[in-house]
């Protein structure tokens, strides 16, 4: 199911119209004439790419249609067609790169080969040029040499343009390589694409992609390296047996939906389809419509999820078509060492997903700044420690990210290992953070059981729940610590005591009463605090009063209930005791 959607994807926008040919960065372009001479220095393509809210900026390269890459397995000479590495075109190795136990000279002799093959079936005066330009040792050493002292990296693509014209473009050349067999697959036996359903040749070796975690020279989605991994005496991927046609369509699709540049055949570029989850984890996901809100799921983990936002409530409005019933795919992966991992497959309907961001955002509200939706990297991080925030995804368990991911797009229960995560890192700050409340939001919001659906959103004086209001309670009492102490207090009872009070109200909870007797003397609202905490206390068990122990949920109730009651307070101060008891003092006088 998950290649064969990505093969109708990729037909559906026009990324198999030339399976031969594929878009990458190219770096340089060395410029020569018919004799095969330099006419200018090579060009550099280089140019930078300012992101909002990055300090620096990106480096990018102008983006062509080149003939497709290749895979090259271990130490071995394979050379791309009219583009490739300064190692195949020049015979040099850029300084800083890993030393290769084949001669320079090897590489650069079997590129120069294949441009001479090629030069048999098509006698092309443009093919005649780049020839001349490789056998000319002084002009080829004049243009490496300028290279050498720009910068130039191992991963760097080259081309060459002759009077304007990019060589690999040339419609001739074109046609050859198109033409090309793939013979990789020779000693293959014919086998039913498990995609397409017609009997063919199986790619032998998969396309890389280029994933976090994989490394620079990326890892392919099927693939089977090990003898552990092959059965009923098959050998490679004739295990899972996917035709080049298929495969090149399926990792063409992989590949627009990782690319924020990915080309439109009829210009323009894609929208991005995937999200970094964290350092080796990402999303990604489509639709069989191409819909405009999977185009925009992008910006949930961007600066600005607002974007999504506006999408969904000009569709509710009426301003633009609704939500197709299209079936939605999303896909999680991770890269690892020569391996793309597949942690997940999920399916659902496009207008389900709309439907399920739009109350992630209402779940998510605490966080929100100025009306703006956080994006979910910011509301992850507040699951890992505040000197580790900065670069968060290093420290972050992927299947944490997957799970916010899922929940926010396919309306995903969170797990209670999950809810462990976040009550645990609360209870280690000893605070609830807004980006914490609104996580907390979503696992109650998102619970399978109905009654967890009722955990209050925002502050309700009248909920039952014995957890909620013990949290309200300690809120109210750190305030009437404030009040008493004029804010001027070095460890409140919530810096000595939140642990306890969250998992054991019984024990803690008498004792900070006791406590509240000495802070009402030296209150000026003491009337508002006692008012505010006999109100709460009325509303629990009188029989049982405070029980023993809280478990994991009603931990994460608990936190619910203190930062809603502490989200009452006025913005003025910490505790808001100045304004409370500015008017509590005058109402006792009058009294």
């Known amino acids: 199911m998950i290649l064969e959607s990505l093969v109708a994807l990729a037909k559906r926008e026009g990324l198999v119209d030339q399976p031969a040919f594929q878009s990458v960065p190219v770096r340089w372009i060395i410029d020569i004439d018919e004799r095969g001479q330099l006419r200018t220095p090579p060009t550099d393509t280089a140019y930078t790419v300012q992101e909002e809210g990055k300090r620096k900026p990106r480096q990018e390269f102008k983006r062509m249609s080149v003939p497709r890459r290749t895979v090259r397995p271990g130490q071995v000479t394979k050379p791309e067609f009219l583009v490739d590495n300064a190692q195949y075109v020049f015979g040099i190795q850029p300084e800083g790169a890993k030393a290769k136990k084949i001669p320079m000279e090897t590489y650069r002799q079997s590129f120069l080969d294949l441009l001479r093959t090629a030069k048999t079936a ?3 005066p443009v093919l005649n040029a ?80 280029t994933l976090e975690g994989t490394g620079t020279f990326g890892a392919p989605l099927v693939g089977f390296n090990k003898e552990a991994f092959e059965k ?49 984890t990402t999303a990604l996901y489509w639709d069989d419509q191409s819909s405009e809100i999977s185009g925009a799921l992008w ?87 505040k000197n580790d925030q900065k670069d968060h995804r290093k420290h972050l368990q992927p299947w944490l990210a997957a799970e916010v991911f899922l929940s926010a797009v396919l309306g995903k229960p969170l797990s ?122 009325q509303g629990l068990d009188g029989d049982k009063g405070f029980v023993p122990m809280l478990n994991i949920k009603d931990q994460g109730v608990f936190a619910l209930g203190y930062f809603h009651q502490v989200a009452t307070r006025p913005k003025s101060s910490k505790s808001g005791s100045a304004s409370i008891g500015d008017n509590s003092d005058s109402e006792e006088k009058q009294a």
């Open 122 to 124: 098509v006698d092309s």
């Open 130 to 209: 780049a020839i001349a330009f490789l056998e000319n040792d002084e002009q080829r050493d004049k243009a490496a040499a300028d290279l050498q002292t720009r910068r130039l990296g191992s991963g760097d693509w080259i081309t060459f343009r002759l009077r304007g014209e990019f060589i690999h473009e040339v419609r001739e050349v074109c046609d050859w390589w198109a033409n090309q067999k793939d013979d990789s697959s020779d000693d293959l036996r014919d086998t039913q694409c498990l995609v397409c359903g017609l009997v063919k040749p199986p790619a032998r070796i998969h396309d890389k992609l």
């Open 232 to 280: 009923h005496g098959l050998s490679g991927n004739e295990n899972a047996p996917v035709c080049r046609g298929c495969m090149v369509a399926y990792v063409n699709a992989l590949r627009r939906c990782l690319d924020d540049k990915f080309p439109r055949r009829e210009g323009g570029t894609f929208p991005q389809q995937s999200v970094r989850l964290n350092k080796d």
């Open 299 to 385: 910006w949930l983990n961007n600066d600005d999820p607002s974007v999504v936002k506006h999408i969904i409530e000009s569709a509710w409005r009426g301003e633009r078509p609704a939500f197709p019933e299209a079936r939605f795919f999303c896909l999680i992966l991770s890269g690892a060492e020569g391996r793309a991992v597949v942690r997940g497959m999920h399916t659902s309907r496009v207008d389900k997903v709309s439907k399920y961001v739009e109350s992630y955002f209402d779940c998510i509200e605490p966080a929100s700044r100025g009306g703006r939706p956080a994006p979910i990297y910011e509301i992850l991080r507040s699951l890992v420690r």
């Open 416 to 537: 209670d290992r999950f809810l462990a995560a976040a009550v645990a890192r609360i209870r280690a700050e000893r605070d609830v953070t807004p980006p914490q409340a609104a996580l907390l939001n979503l696992y109650f919001q998102r619970h399978s059981n109905r009654e967890m659906r009722k955990v209050p959103m925002s502050l309700d004086v009248n909920s039952p729940s014995p957890a909620y209001r013990y949290g309200r309670l300690l809120a109210v009492l750190e305030s009437l610590q404030y009040s008493a102490h004029k804010k001027r207090v070095n460890s409140t009872i919530v810096d000595r005591f939140y642990g306890a009070a969250s998992t054991r109200p019984a024990t803690v909870f008498p004792m900070l009463l006791q406590l509240a007797q000495n802070h009402f003397k030296q209150s000026g609202a003491s009337r508002f605090y006692k008012d505010e905490i006999a109100d709460i206390i």
